[in-house]
């Protein structure tokens, strides 16, 4: 009884991993994952030790934009249309800026006008962010259709 039933999940699971935006989104999920706790780590590491959340936030993005553009670029996109490497660069750096733009909201949000404590914005940092920037990479960035 349980084999036909597994045998359909495996079936499925196949038929999802054949299309390209699957394995992106897999592949960018892993390394978005990775990255987002490297950056998380900094920032917390930073703001923990007195350093102003702001401050930890650009250390922190800055770090996590450099091993985010080498892993995406390299890995979670690989497939993707080739442009000129600066123009890629470029629209990176666009869709880094607006991703750090709404980690600085958080911020605001939570630790400025809510009044929690400096870890507070983790969480959204880490779910709600990370879905904006898929979609900017997927479709803007790396253009991997």
Sequence with gaps: MLRPLMAGHARRAQQLLAHPASRQLIRYVIAGLLVTQFSAFIYLKL?????????????????????????????????????????????????AAIAFSMNTFWIWLTVHQLG??????????????????????????????
């Design 47 to 95: 703001a923990l030790q007195g350093i102003p959340p702001y401050f930890a936030n650009v250390v922190s993005t800055g770090c996590g934009m450099i091993a985010g553009y080498t892993i995406h670029s390299r890995w979670s996109f690989k497939g993707g249309r080739k442009d000129s490497e600066t123009f890629q660069v470029g629209r990176f750096l666009i869709a």
């Design 116 to 145: 929690l404590p400096t870890y507070a914005p983790v969480p959204l940092m880490m779910a709600a962010t990370p879905i904006l920037s898929f979609l900017l990479n997927r479709y803007w960035v790396f253009r991997a259709h």
